[in-house]
């Protein structure tokens, strides 16, 4: 959407616009979640969805919007001899709803925020009259019992559907909606290549972490071992993370985790990251391993506040004995820390199972 944004506020003082975006894909595809297109009047297209297998489609779509307001949700999947599709093979959601000059306010606030590099989140309801609103760090109000769901996506920088399904009550109270996010992924930044760092990047990168693993070990440090994730890179761990401190690419949503089991590594590594303001340093090990990681840090200069920042052993206690099963234990303590929540069993507890997100105080960048 960024893209033709400042083109769709060129129009919107002249002529209403029909905004297409895809809003869920599933499988291979052309392009991203939040690819957009935007059709006006007499048949005008800027931007595209799919590189011409949907188009024509979306066009007498959103010809039918412009003219009677309503907006609409088309379904791709993969193309047949019958109908119009994807040969690629994936599934695509797309959102088609008209914008006028109603919209403009919110519109340019958007475009202001995008000019200025600020994380902003635009969220809109998936309904035949959307309601539209901007998300901010720190900033979130109460809009359509959804502002906790889309604060959620807008801090791990990644764009999603929230709410209920078409058809079932939840949707009369939260109703289903796509936010947008603008603002690159957080970062998880994992020291160690062995098979606990391949389960926990394959898992995070689930959740929207843009996954780095770094490992010294040439040999064992390769893309073809970790495939999920998006950086592998040949490199001390903590001369690597001082380097991406330096250049700006550690903020307050970063994540730390240290998996090597060698003090020669995860020392300096811990040591380097309790001293940055980042999100979780966590460590993976035995409780006899955390002790003589604590003596051998306390010996390299760190304060006890500073050690006291390293969650080890790392993970929540739920019995995991497995790569894919620590994942788990190890994801699980990095959310509920995010949430300032208790980790508990939901059924021990009391009150609304969501909560507000703790409130985020550094900067931030867009993508």
Not at 211 to 222: L, S
Request: proline share 6%.
């Amino acid at each position: 959407m960024r893209e033709l944004l400042e083109q769709v506020l060129e129009l919107l003082p002249r002529e209403p616009v029909a905004l297409a975006r895809i809003v869920d894909r599933t499988g291979a595809g052309p392009r991203e979640t939040g690819a957009a297109m935007a059709v006006t009047a007499d048949g005008r297209v800027i931007g595209s969805l799919s590189g011409g297998c949907v188009e024509s489609s979306i066009v007498d779509t959103a010809c039918a919007v412009l003219r009677d307001g309503v907006a609409s949700i088309e379904r791709f999947a993969a193309a047949d001899e019958l109908a119009v599709g994807l040969p690629c093979g994936g599934e695509i959601e797309v959102f088609v709803e008209r914008l006028d000059r109603a919209v403009l306010p919110l519109l340019r606030e958007l475009s202001a925020a995008l000019k200025a590099g600020a994380a902003v989140a635009y969220a809109t309801t998936l309904e035949s009259a959307p309601d539209r609103t901007l998300l901010y760090p720190g900033r979130s109000e109460p809009w359509r019992a959804l502002d906790q769901d889309a604060a959620a996506l807008l801090a791990t920088g990644r764009s999603g559907l929230i709410g209920g399904q078409d058809g079932t009550p939840a949707a009369a109270v939260r109703p289903r909606a796509f936010v947008q996010v603008f603002r690159s992924p957080a970062r998880m930044i994992l020291a160690g290549a062995n098979d606990y760092t391949r389960a926990l990047t394959v898992a995070a990168t689930r959740l929207g972490y843009h996954v780095t693993v770094v490992d010294a070990r040439e040999t064992f440090t390769t893309p073809a071992r970790f495939p999920a994730a998006d950086a592998v890179v040949v490199d001390w761990p903590h001369r690597y993370l001082d380097a991406e401190h330096r250049a700006g690419r550690i903020d307050d949503r970063t994540v730390v985790c240290v998996l090597t089991h060698d003090p020669k590594f995860d020392v300096p590594m811990l040591a380097a990251a309790a001293r940055l303001p980042v999100a979780f340093v966590g460590a993976l090990g035995s409780r006899r391993a955390h002790a003589d990681r604590t003596r051998r840090l306390r010996e390299a200069g760190l304060r006890d506040t500073e050690i006291a920042r390293v969650h080890s052993p790392l993970g929540l206690d739920l019995g995991a004995h497995t790569p894919d099963e620590t994942a788990i234990s190890v994801l699980a303590q990095i959310l509920a820390e995010r949430a300032a929540a208790t980790g508990r069993p939901l059924d021990t507890l009391e009150g609304p199972i969501h909560r507000a997100p703790r409130p985020e105080t550094g900067s931030a960048t867009s993508d």
